[in-house]
């Protein structure tokens, strides 16, 4: 799907009413959409670009998470015009809540229920808690 922004394309690879992960192509500088009430992370797949999360500036590492709330105003420089790609997990703030780490893609994720997602010969390892204000049934 194109980013409204023309910026890039996303995949969504896995949604619920709570969580989103999807996989993101940025292709140009550009800003990021806002997801008021959504926390963020960001994993990119290699390094070298800046993001500036309202206005503070993050120079990204490859498969360094970037955590930031949906609602910040964030802006991507210094992309060359190859395409850069991302996982990006979003989770509803106040229902659920994310863990996510990077691991060599033969460590398989360790908790039943986690999700594992390969990027850059990595597997990326996403585990979901309800978010500890939230009553469990």
């Known amino acids: 799907m194109p980013w409204r922004n023309g910026g890039g394309t996303t995949r969504q690879l896995w949604r619920s009413e709570d969580v989103r992960v999807s996989v993101a192509d940025l292709v140009v500088d550009g ?6 009430g959504v926390d963020r992370t960001f994993v990119p797949e290699s390094g070298g670009f800046e993001l500036r999360v309202d206005g503070e500036a993050q120079t990204t590492a490859a498969l360094q998470p ?3 709330p949906g609602e910040a105003a964030v802006e991507v ?3 060359t015009g190859v395409p850069i790609r991302a996982l990006n997990v979003m989770t ?5 809540r994310a863990d996510v780490a990077v691991h ?8 039943e229920g986690a999700l594992g997602v390969p990027l850059a010969d990595h597997l990326v390892h996403i585990h979901l808690f309800p978010d500890p204000t939230v009553p469990l049934p």
């Open 104 to 111: 060599p893609i033969d460590v398989p994720p360790p908790a």
């Open 31 to 36: 800003w990021f959409s806002t997801f008021p």
């Open 66 to 68: 970037v955590r930031f």
């Open 77 to 79: 420089t210094g992309l």
């Open 92 to 96: 509803r703030r106040g229902r659920c």
